[in-house]
C-alpha cells in the first residue's frame, strides 16, 4: 500500500512538474451558417471572428483546452417566391471545453483538438424593431479542428487553427414573429448548422 502511494504521489508530481499553460489570443474569418426553414433559407453572414484559447498541457503534448471565441454578425432569410430580408443582427458566443493533442514536440507543433460546450446566440433588432422581435437562444455545440502552433522560442510563437463548429438544434430554433402574423420560422427539431472559421494568432508559453 504504501509503495502505491508513492508511485502514483511521484506519478502526479510528474505531470505537475511538466504542465504548461498556453495562452492565444486570434483573429480570422467565421464561415457562417445556412440552414432550411419553412419559408426558405436562413443564412448568417460570414464575417470577422475573435477569441482566445487556454491550453493546460499536463504532459507536454496532451492537456485540456477552453475557448472562446465571439462573432458580431447578422441573420438573412430568403423566403420562396419573395424579396430577400434581413431579420436581425446577432452576436455570436462560443464557450467550449475538450482536449488537445499535439502531434509532435518540437518548435513546429500541428495539433488536434476536440470540445464541447455552448453556443450564446444574442438577437439584437432588425431593420424593422417594430415588427420582430427575438429571444436569445443557448445551444449545445461541438468544435473539432486542427492547427499548427511555430514557436520562435520557448515562450511565445504563432498559432493558426480550422475549425468546425455544430450547434445542435434540439429543441428546434425560431427566429421570431411578426405583430402582424406570420409566426413559425424555424429549423426543424433534432438538426444541426454547420459553421466553422479560420484563425491566427499568437501563443504565449507559461509554466515548465
Same mark, same amino acid.
Given at each position: 500500500?504504501?509503495?502505491?502511494?508513492?508511485?502514483?504521489? =511521484?506519478? !502526479?508530481?510528474?505531470?505537475?512538474? =511538466?504542465?504548461?499553460?498556453?495562452?492565444?489570443?486570434?483573429?480570422?474569418?467565421?464561415?457562417?451558417?445556412?440552414?432550411?426553414?419553412?419559408?426558405?433559407?436562413?443564412?448568417?453572414?460570414?464575417?470577422?471572428?475573435?477569441?482566445?484559447? !487556454?491550453?493546460? #498541457?499536463?504532459?507536454?503534448?496532451?492537456? %485540456?483546452?477552453?475557448?472562446?471565441? =465571439?462573432?458580431?454578425?447578422?441573420?438573412?432569410?430568403?423566403?420562396?417566391?419573395?424579396?430577400?430580408?434581413?431579420?436581425?443582427?446577432?452576436?455570436?458566443?462560443?464557450?467550449?471545453?475538450?482536449?488537445?493533442?499535439?502531434?509532435?514536440?518540437?518548435?513546429?507543433?500541428?495539433?488536434?483538438?476536440?470540445?464541447?460546450?455552448?453556443?450564446?446566440?444574442? =438577437?439584437?433588432?432588425?431593420?424593422?424593431?417594430?415588427?420582430?422581435?427575438?429571444?436569445?437562444?443557448?445551444?449545445?455545440?461541438?468544435?473539432?479542428?486542427?492547427? !499548427?502552433?511555430?514557436?520562435?522560442?520557448?515562450? %511565445?510563437? !504563432?498559432?493558426?487553427?480550422?475549425?468546425?463548429?455544430?450547434?445542435?438544434?434540439?429543441?428546434?430554433?425560431?427566429?421570431?414573429?411578426?405583430?402582424?402574423?406570420?409566426?413559425?420560422?424555424?429549423?426543424?427539431?433534432?438538426?444541426?448548422?454547420?459553421?466553422?472559421?479560420?484563425?491566427?494568432?499568437?501563443?504565449?508559453? #507559461?509554466?515548465?
Amino acid at each position: 500500500m504504501r509503495t502505491t502511494t508513492l508511485l502514483l504521489f =511521484f506519478t !502526479l508530481m510528474g505531470t505537475y512538474a =511538466f504542465s504548461q499553460l498556453n495562452i492565444s489570443p486570434y483573429a480570422g474569418w467565421n464561415f457562417g451558417m445556412k440552414a432550411r426553414v419553412y419559408e426558405g433559407d436562413i443564412r448568417v453572414k460570414n464575417n470577422t471572428t475573435f477569441g482566445v484559447d !487556454l491550453d493546460y #498541457l499536463m504532459d507536454g503534448t496532451s492537456g %485540456i483546452q477552453l475557448t472562446y471565441r =465571439f462573432t458580431s454578425t447578422d441573420v438573412t432569410l430568403y423566403p420562396w417566391g419573395e424579396p430577400t430580408r434581413k431579420y436581425s443582427d446577432v452576436d455570436l458566443h462560443y464557450i467550449m471545453l475538450g482536449g488537445i493533442r499535439h502531434l509532435m514536440d518540437g518548435p513546429i507543433m500541428p495539433y488536434g483538438v476536440f470540445n464541447i460546450g455552448i453556443l450564446y446566440a444574442d =438577437f439584437k433588432n432588425g431593420e424593422q424593431p417594430n415588427l420582430y422581435t427575438y429571444d436569445d437562444v443557448v445551444r449545445l455545440a461541438f468544435g473539432f479542428g486542427l492547427g !499548427l502552433k511555430v514557436m520562435f522560442n520557448e515562450r %511565445i510563437g !504563432l498559432n493558426t487553427a480550422v475549425r468546425a463548429l455544430v450547434p445542435v438544434q434540439w429543441g428546434g430554433l425560431s427566429l421570431g414573429c411578426s405583430t402582424g402574423g406570420g409566426c413559425g420560422t424555424g429549423v426543424s427539431t433534432g438538426s444541426s448548422i454547420i459553421s466553422g472559421d479560420v484563425t491566427g494568432g499568437i501563443v504565449v508559453v #507559461l509554466g515548465d
